[in-house]
């Protein structure tokens, strides 16, 4: 079965996971490693607001007495990296080796405390600020900490972070819109465009009653899952939402990467997420997205917690959350304004205690965008959508009795991406390519064609052709094989090394133009074939000289503005790689064991 998934990853059967091709698997596969992503949540200042006791309690009214607990976790951006290289978008699940899972409402109940229940988080989309912000804060920012219908999180903390004791009614609320502004745009909603926070939510705070009657805790998930989404296509390099929320969920449900506690876990507090608070001990310094893709692409059942909150005593819990838990095996649309996304609890059925059974094909919906004029109310141009939210109580799943999931394995491994890491390396699958190729050359040169007609004569002769031909281009191509240290250390050597050589190749071009080539960090494979006309034949079994390698000659310093315009993204270094001197594909074979130790 390894030897099949080695050269074939999946899926077999693409009619779930449609979009394959744009997936950062694909890219993976091909060698183009992208690094760590870039995880974007800005809890960090959060402990700095100094509230009032009317502030927690408007806080406690508005549905957030929880969140403002919760405090600012490491996060292990390898470990997310590697969850989000297994998130499919098109069933907003990860499609690990054990089956599909995901981050369900009622993981974000437990985790988080928020509600799951209640009416949708949309509203009436701007373009500006100033009118928002004087309405609901008492003031407008400055333009330089605005964008668009976005406000800078510094700005509401340098204004807003001290309540004064002497304040009135109205500035007390004020600062306290200021303050949840800031909560949801630091976690739950935080963005990819740095410190900021759409102003939408505002008005959402007006009445802090009814704010509290909002499922804050469905519109996390619906965000999350976009940012999973979004972060999951090759072309990605960041991404936002709660990842706490992420991270905290993996720690319950994966022995992956899960640190060790420094308090009795007996003793829960709630929400949940607080039991990982504070610094971890355990290794975690060299385990870079290689580790933590490697360890879930040989996940074992053993591995998994399915129900990692059933021990736990529901005394802890408080009442309207406990009240809300069914409906996190509701199979609805989940709304964060215009992010919809749906919620398919059927599809891990585990989760809940129950057998899983083959899930019913996902609907396929729009992923709209929000708005681009001010004042436009989305709820008009999401009434199916909304429709669903109304209806969640009438699809909880319910569990099947006397159910072999065995079937659900056959089906689900046909469906899937089983791996993502390569288990033979691409420098040596192009090593037993070549062994083959000279295997294929030495039978079609040593073959006696005595008695064979003209037609058998025409055939041997073409694969030796084929076969000498193809042997002679690629010793004519360098094989350029993209590796991609996660270790920030290296990073920063490489990186000093990156600015020499870019002035050294610089001076290298100007003195010298013959001399000069290229060793770009761009991750894409850059070579030139041996023309047919003028390369030489290459003998059966004969190792090629690194006279006869070249690399393409690419323009760097347009590879230099594409690596400044992002000067935190991980770059790739390239190595080139001779053809093997081994004789037959068996003895390439041979030193290609694979093995992996999570």
């Known amino acids: 079965m390894m030897d099949y998934y080695a050269t074939n990853p999946g899926p077999v059967d693409d009619s779930i996971l449609y979009d394959q091709d744009k997936h950062v698997s694909a890219a993976v596969w091909e060698g183009q490693e992208r690094g760590a992503l870039r995880c974007h949540e800005h809890t960090s200042k959060l402990d700095r607001w100094l509230l009032t006791e009317k502030q927690i309690e408007l806080v406690k009214r508005a549905g957030f007495g929880y969140l403002r607990l919760i405090p600012a976790i490491s996060l292990d951006n390898p470990l997310i990296s590697a969850l989000v290289e297994r998130w499919r978008k098109e069933t907003n699940t990860f499609h690990m080796t054990v089956g599909e899972m995901t981050v369900t409402l009622e993981d974000v109940a437990y985790l988080l405390g928020l509600r799951i229940d209640g009416e949708p988080v949309i509203g009436v989309t701007y373009t500006a600020c100033d009118s928002v912000c004087v309405k609901y804060l008492g003031k407008a920012p400055h333009s330089g900490y605005t964008s668009g219908g976005m406000v800078k999180l510094s700005w509401l903390k340098e204004t807003f972070s001290e309540c004064p004791e002497n304040a009135s009614v109205e500035d007390v609320e004020c600062h306290t819109r200021a303050y949840l502004l800031y909560l949801i745009g630091s976690t739950i909603f935080s963005t990819t465009t740095g410190n900021k926070v759409p102003v939408m939510y505002l008005p959402l705070f007006e009445n802090f009653d009814e704010a509290g009657k909002y499922a804050w ?274 990073k920063k050597i490489r990186g000093k090394e990156r600015v020499r050589r870019r002035a050294t190749s610089k001076r290298r071009k100007k003195d010298d133009p013959e001399e000069y080539y290229v060793h770009t960090q761009a991750p894409h494979l850059y070579s030139s074939a041996v023309n047919a006309d003028q390369a030489p034949l290459y003998h059966v079994g004969s190792v090629v000289d690194h006279e006869h390698l070249c690399i393409e000659e690419v323009d760097e310093d347009q590879l230099s503005r594409g690596s400044e315009e992002n000067p935190c993204e991980p770059h790739a270094t390239v190595d080139v790689v001779q053809q093997s001197a081994l004789g037959t594909s068996e003895d390439v074979t041979c030193q290609n064991d694979y093995s992996v130790t999570a």
Not at 238 to 253: M, N, P, R, V
Not at 269 to 296: E, I, M, Q
Not at 338 to 345: G, V
Not at 377 to 382: E, N, P, Q, T
């Open 217 to 490: 805790g469905a519109a996390a998930l619906s965000f999350l899952y976009r940012a999973l989404g979004n972060a999951s296509l090759r072309s990605q390099s960041t991404i936002s939402g709660c990842l706490t929320l992420l991270q905290c969920w993996s720690y319950y449900h994966l022995n992956v990467g899960r640190p060790k506690l420094h308090h009795d876990p007996i003793h829960e507090c709630f929400p949940f997420v607080l039991r990982w608070k504070g610094k971890h001990s355990g290794p975690t310094s060299n385990r870079d997205v290689v580790f933590y893709r490697k360890a879930l692409d040989s996940l074992k059942p053993t591995d998994v917690d399915w129900c990692p909150y059933a021990n736990i005593s529901h005394t802890v819990i408080p009442e309207n959350i406990l009240n809300q838990l069914i409906l996190g095996r509701s199979k609805t649309m989940l709304i964060c304004f215009d992010k919809a996304e749906r919620h398919l609890p059927d599809r891990c059925l585990r989760q809940f205690g129950m057998h899983q059974t083959v899930p019913e094909e996902v609907q396929r919906w729009e992923r709209k965008t929000r708005g681009v004029d001010g004042g436009v109310d989305l709820s008009g141009k999401m009434e199916s959508e909304l429709s669903e939210w109304a209806n969640r109580r009438f699809h909880i799943v319910e569990a099947e009795e006397d159910i072999d999931e065995g079937e659900y394995m056959n089906w689900y491994l046909k469906i899937t991406r089983k791996l993502v890491g390569r288990p033979i390396p691409i420098s040596s699958e192009f090593q037993r390519m070549n062994a083959a190729l000279r295997d294929i050359a030495h039978v079609a040169d040593t073959l006696a064609t005595h008695g064979m007609d003209d037609q058998q004569i025409q055939s041997v002769t073409r694969i030796r052709y084929i076969a000498h031909e193809c042997l002679r281009d690629h010793a004519g191509s360098a094989t350029l094989v993209v590796a991609n240290s996660q270790d920030e250390v290296d």
